[in-house]
């Protein structure tokens, strides 16, 4: 499921659009029209990358803008207050925000580490990094998180050395022995 359509079907709190790239929507016209949103005239979260934020509404918008009043613009507070917003698991946006705080910091061999270790996990308009070593936490937040049968029959797919792999989501068993396979396909 396409991000836009999960946040137009109400599923996802808030749905980020970067203008005049290969994804932009064709739906940026009837969003601007109907959802409340900031934009970098607002706020220059992505350092003077033009930019749209929608929220499903005006209690969601709000919230977002007292996280971004209490911030101090740093890199690593905008990835979080993002990646909560746009509805990824808190431990994703952890290992991302300290894995790209290890590249700003020189830190290479640890950044190095844990990109070794990172998966793309896509499911109902989520997709996001992980640490392979919390895939299985990920992914039941997410299915917990958005418990949508139409999510559900659309899948949850991981994306690990370049191949997009589907992943069984029918009980807690399945999850538990796919992210014990595919530890064994990446040295941790």
């Known amino acids: 499921m396409r991000t836009v359509d999960a946040f137009l079907k109400?599923?996802?709190?808030?749905?980020?659009?970067?203008p005049n790239t290969k994804w932009t929507t064709k739906h940026l016209d009837f969003l601007l029209e109907n959802y409340p949103y900031v934009s970098e005239r607002d706020y220059d979260l992505l350092f003077g990358r033009q930019f749209y934020l929608f929220f499903q509404n005006e209690l969601i918008q709000a919230l977002f803008q007292a996280e971004i009043k209490r911030s101090t613009f740093s890199k690593e507070e905008v990835d979080r207050i993002f990646g909560t917003i746009?509805?990824?698991p808190p431990k994703a946006i952890e290992y991302y925000v300290r894995m790209m705080?290890?590249?700003r910091r020189g830190n290479l061999e640890v950044y190095q580490q844990m990109k070794n270790r990172k998966i793309a996990i896509i499911?109902?308009?989520?997709?996001f990094s992980s640490d392979i070593k919390d895939f299985e936490i990920n992914a039941l937040w997410l299915l917990d998180k958005y418990p949508y049968e139409e999510a559900k029959k659309d899948g949850m797919y991981i994306r690990l050395n370049g191949e997009r792999l589907p992943v069984p989501i029918e009980n807690y068993r399945q999850i538990m022995e796919f992210h014990e396979?595919?530890?064994?396909?990446v040295p941790v």
């Open 10 to 18: 109400g599923y996802k709190p808030a749905f980020l659009e970067i």
């Open 86 to 88: 746009l509805g990824f």
């Open 101 to 103: 705080e290890e590249e």
């Open 123 to 127: 499911y109902c308009g989520c997709s």
């Open 181 to 185: 396979y595919i530890l064994g396909a």
